[in-house]
């Protein structure tokens, strides 16, 4: 059985998570493929396409990816190399109080270019990504035409 697990499952957005596959055949073929939907509703993606090692793992953190939205070794590349669906889009966290980014991880077996309905999913998971530590204070500055706010820790 396939697993995929992102450690944190919770974490703020500037912190690194780790991704990791485990539980596929030696060498086999893989596509990591990141999403999310902005408060806009626009949909964020990325993938990557991996070969398991002997042990039948995939960790972006070590393994090469060997294309799709980047090359290389890149621990972050699956959250780094977001990319809007709709041209032009820019992914922008406005509410960074109330909710988070809620990130969707999925592996597929084999080379998927596109995400289609005959591409078999071997496993998913998701994972948060705040804008704000628990406890800190958001306070608005409106001073003359200086517009901001002020992020005060607990």
Known sequence: MVEL???????????????????????QLVTLRAWLADEQGDIFQSRAFFRADGAGEV????????????TGVWPMG?????QPDTLFRRLVKRDVVG???LL???????????????DQLLASC???RWYMGPGVQRVAIREGRVRGALFLPP
């Open 59 to 70: 960790d972006p953190g070590c393994h090469p990816a060997l294309g799709g939205s980047y």
């Open 126 to 128: 998701e994972a948060e």
């Open 5 to 27: 697990t992102v450690t944190p499952r919770s974490s703020l957005a500037d912190r690194p998570v780790q991704v990791h596959v485990r539980g596929l055949s030696p060498s």
């Open 99 to 101: 909710s988070p980014f």
């Open 104 to 118: 969707h991880l999925e592996v597929f077996d084999g080379l998927c270019l596109v995400t289609s309905a005959q």
């Open 78 to 82: 699956l959250l780094w190399f977001l």
